[in-house]
């Protein structure tokens, strides 16, 4: 049974940074284009950014220039690097495959606040 496991959220002042991870026991993402999705408060889920398995990459307007995507497959591993944090980023940030969606994680919250 596949499990997506999301970490690395914290809360984090305006302009701040942080690091989130994902692993996928049960899946070997090489093979998969992978996401990175959020959902904010009363918002319906919105894919913020993602890398195909050849490494093609893709961000939202609302983050780029600010959030970094990788993987490291011989971790089983996708990454999301953000920087110059703003309050509207407040979300669950969420992994999952880009295309044919597994179950979802349970997340990982991310709170930009002073």
């Known amino acids: 049974q596949v499990q997506l496991v999301e970490s690395g959220g914290g809360l984090v002042q305006p302009g701040g940074s942080v690091r989130l991870s994902c692993t996928a026991p049960?899946?070997?993402?090489?093979?998969?284009?992978m996401g990175w999705y959020r959902q904010a408060p009363g918002k319906l889920r919105e894919l913020v950014a993602s890398?195909?398995?050849?490494?093609?990459?893709w961000y939202a307007d609302s983050v780029k220039d600010r959030f970094t995507i990788s993987r490291d497959n011989a971790k089983n591993s996708v990454y999301l690097q953000m920087n110059s944090l703003k309050a509207e980023d407040t979300a669950v940030y969420y992994c999952?495959?880009?295309?044919?969606?597994?179950?979802w994680g349970q997340g990982t919250q991310v709170t930009v606040s002073s």
């Open positions: 999952n495959t880009r295309w044919n969606l597994q179950s």
């Open positions: 049960g899946l070997n993402l090489d093979y998969y284009a």
């Open positions: 890398i195909s398995s050849a490494g093609d990459i």
